[in-house]
């Protein structure tokens, strides 16, 4: 399998009424889109995309990092809007993870000094 060149990668939430404004306080703006009455989808990169999704059966159980051009300043607009972090991870080389969960415990991290 050839590596890929676009990422479309979803969260599933228990509400989604609830979820989606934790979400857009935490990305700090709006969805790009909303694909249907239960699913918003924000456009994070050229090629990345990120959506939440209501489904409560599976709710719960995501993991995922996005990596901001500036860690800090992500971190601290999440913290302006009222979103905190749970946990900071340090990594040998100067590798960081901020890890924020959204109201049904999925993980969202927040990476820097990758690469």
């Known amino acids: 399998m050839s590596s890929g060149r676009l990422l479309f990668a979803g969260i599933l939430v228990s509400d989604y009424e609830a979820s989606r404004p934790w979400f857009e306080r935490l990305l700090g703006r ?11 989808v924000w456009e994070l990169s050229e090629q990345g995309w990120l959506y939440v999704k209501q489904d409560p059966e599976r709710a719960g159980h995501a993991e995922l990092m ?4 500036d860690l800090d300043d992500a971190v601290r607009g999440a913290a302006e809007r009222g979103i905190a972090p749970v946990r900071h991870e340090d990594y040998p080389g100067g590798a960081r993870k901020i890890v924020f969960r959204d109201p049904d415990g999925n993980e969202v991290g927040f990476g820097g000094g990758i690469g």
């Open 30 to 40: 709006e969805p790009s889109f909303l694909a249907s009455d239960t699913e918003a």
């Open 66 to 69: 996005i990596v901001p051009e």
